[in-house]
């Protein structure tokens, strides 16, 4: 059934765990998965590359998720942006929102959880 190229996710998380976890199980369905725990390191790959789906986290040392999460809209529209943060408000869901964020998942979250965001997420991708 899949014909199209596998969809490709860049992870960003200061936490090394989070990458850790999601990598191998999103590898194992498919995906083709980057991980960066660095803000700039992840910046710096998005403008060589254009990903399918961004998961980033929003307090981070340096760049922040917001302004990485801009960026990433700026440089790819068509790329759908995941926040994932263990400081969840209805502010910055709210500011993510409207900076066209897919959707915001507040941590500690289920791996089924974000597999199905990840597939939602896809659906809209091959819908446009």
């Known amino acids: 059934m899949n014909t199209t190229r596998n969809t490709t996710i860049l992870i960003l998380d200061d936490e090394p765990i989070v ?3 999601l990598k191998p199980s999103l590898e194992k369905k498919g995906y083709v ?6 803000s700039i ?20 040392e340096g760049i922040d998720g917001m302004q990485f999460l801009s960026e990433v809209k700026e440089r790819s529209p068509r ?3 995941i926040v994932i943060t263990g400081f969840a408000t209805m502010e910055t869901a709210k500011e993510s929102f409207q900076k066209g964020v897919f959707d915001f ?8 959880e974000i597999t199905a965001v990840i597939q939602k997420a896809e659906g809209k991708l091959h819908n446009n």
């Open 19 to 21: 990458g850790k976890r």
């Open 79 to 81: 790329t759908e942006v």
């Open 33 to 38: 998965v980057e991980v960066f725990t660095e």
């Open 41 to 60: 390191e992840a910046l710096k790959r998005v403008k060589e590359q254009d990903f399918d789906i961004v998961i980033t986290d929003l307090k981070m």
């Open 105 to 112: 998942l507040a941590k500690p979250f289920k791996l089924g």
